[in-house]
């Protein structure tokens, strides 16, 4: 473990110039006493750490050195792949060995590109969770991730809507959705499914192994599993007059539907109204739905839905009154 700390201190001192004890403890998550005692280890091997004095100073390598042990790790290299999801990065238990590895990238690059990496660091950002919502405690999710990697039966207790259910699962892939990790896994009898993470109570890893199913591709399995739930949930058509207002908000509210329905819109009335077509869930689903849109929107088919909307209002109204 010092090993890769001092190679870490080493590489941070080459990519990042003069650097204060206090930000390289932060940084390697020990303490300034250790940052100390590294650096004196590593003058005494031979490293030039050079330490400058008043309030600009901080260490810094001799002009000039520069080293090339840069050799990455199975799970180093593994986690170059969130390297722009820091924060999954550290729910699978990768955050360490994700900040090693972008180290010694950089310092394996050439100085002009390792001076375009930091540009794209400080530049962009990929916040992977959706507004508004924390994301969902996910004790479980670093053994389940080894499970996925080691190809190791899982034994799983999982909180259903219906009640708690116990599984033997085969586990294929992790997949992040809006801030939410999913499992997929096999089930009996070839069966594939899908498992929100959080709702997993306990797992266990079984010694035994499992075949992954031939062919199976786990983008192409989720892109099927999310186009099949979408084509399942949106079964209804609405039939909506929309204020000019209801137009702007309409995509904030239904999202790719949204924007669906307003590519097909009819003309503005003279008020700029338009009449839309939009697929909705099922009618409890929609009333709801559509609340969201207040008085931009006006539902006017199908009769049942418009009943259940006003019967909804009238209610409310009477609430409140």
């Given at each position: 473990m010092r090993a890769d700390r001092l190679l870490s201190l080493l590489l941070l001192l080459q990519n990042r110039g003069r650097t204060t004890a206090p930000e390289l403890?932060?940084?390697?998550?020990?303490?300034?006493?250790?940052?100390?005692?590294?650096?004196?280890?590593?003058?005494?091997?031979?490293?030039?750490?050079?330490?400058?004095?008043?309030?600009?100073?901080?260490?810094?390598?001799?002009?000039?050195?520069?080293?090339?042990?840069?050799g990455l790790t199975d799970a180093q290299a593994g986690s170059l792949f969130l390297a722009g999801v820091p924060g999954p990065a550290q729910d699978l238990g990768l955050g360490a060995d994700l900040a090693a590895a972008q180290l010694k990238l950089q310092a394996a690059l050439p100085a002009q590109l390792a001076g375009r990496a930091r540009q794209v660091q400080e530049r962009f950002h990929l916040d992977a969770t959706a507004w508004f919502r924390d994301a969902d405690p996910v004790p479980h999710l670093a053994r389940i991730a080894q499970a996925v990697w080691d190809q190791r039966v899982l034994h799983a207790h999982y909180r259903r809507w219906r009640g708690e259910v116990r599984r033997e699962l085969h586990p294929l892939g992790l997949v992040l959705k809006g801030g939410i990790w999913y499992l997929v896994a096999g089930v009996g009898d070839d069966a594939v499914r899908t498992y929100r993470v959080a709702r997993f109570l306990a797992v266990d890893t079984a010694e035994d192994g499992f075949e992954r199913p031939a062919g199976f591709e786990l983008a192409a399995?989720?892109?099927?599993?999310?186009?099949?739930?979408?084509a399942a949930l949106r079964r209804r058509?609405?039939?909506?007059?929309?204020?000019?207002?209801?137009?702007?908000?309409?995509p904030m509210q239904f999202g790719a539907a949204g924007t669906r329905a307003l590519a097909d819109a009819g003309p503005p009335d003279a008020d700029g109204w338009v009449r839309i077509s939009l697929a909705v869930e099922s009618e409890a689903v929609a009333v709801g739905d559509l609340l969201r849109l207040g008085t931009e929107a006006e539902v006017l088919g199908p009769p049942e839905l418009r009943r259940a909307l006003a019967e909804t209002v009238t209610a409310l109204a009477d609430r409140y009154a």
């Open positions: 403890a932060a940084e390697l998550e020990v303490s300034v006493r250790t940052v100390y005692r590294d650096i004196d280890a590593l003058g005494a091997s031979g490293v030039p750490v050079l330490a400058d004095r008043g309030p600009a100073g901080g260490y810094r390598l001799a002009d000039g050195y520069r080293t090339r042990l840069t399995y989720w892109q099927d599993s999310t186009d099949r739930l979408e058509t609405a039939q909506l007059r929309l204020s000019p207002r209801g137009r702007q908000l309409l």
